[in-house]
C-alpha cells in the first residue's frame, strides 16, 4: 500500500498563488506517475497534471502556463506550484501516483479561489 499525504491548500483571491504538496509513503518500489487531479462541485473529477519518472509532464489546457508540476523521487514528492489562480479553479485537489499499474490516492485538499 502507498499512502498520500496533501498539503497547501487554501482560500486565496484571484490572481493569486498557491503551491501544494504530496508526500508518498509506504510500499514505495518504483512509482511511475505521480500527479494531481480536481474535481469541482458538481463536476466529474479531472486531471490537472502529471509527471512521470522521467520528467515528462502533461497539463490540462485549462492550466497550460499557469500551474507548473515537478516531483523529487528521492524524497517521493510531487508538487503543483498554481499561480494566476481563477475562480474556476476552486475545487478539492487529489494527489495521485501509478505504480505497477495500481493507482493511489489521496484524501484531498480544498482550493478556494474567491474575492
Known amino acids: 500500500q502507498v499512502q498520500l499525504v496533501e498539503s497547501g491548500g487554501g482560500l486565496v483571491q484571484p490572481g493569486g498563488s498557491l503551491r501544494l504538496s504530496c508526500t508518498a509513503s509506504g510500499s514505495i518500489f518504483s512509482i511511475n506517475v505521480m500527479g494531481w487531479y480536481r474535481q469541482a462541485p458538481g463536476k466529474e473529477r479531472e486531471l490537472v497534471a502529471d509527471i512521470s519518472d522521467s520528467g515528462t509532464t502533461n497539463y490540462a489546457d485549462s492550466v497550460k502556463g499557469r500551474f507548473t508540476i515537478s516531483r523529487d523521487n528521492a524524497k517521493n514528492t510531487v508538487d503543483l506550484q498554481m499561480n494566476s489562480l481563477k475562480p474556476e479553479d476552486t475545487a478539492v485537489y487529489y494527489c495521485?501516483?501509478?505504480?505497477?499499474?495500481?493507482?493511489?490516492w489521496g484524501k484531498g485538499t480544498l482550493v478556494t479561489v474567491s474575492s
Open positions: 495521485n501516483v501509478l505504480q505497477y499499474g495500481i493507482e493511489y
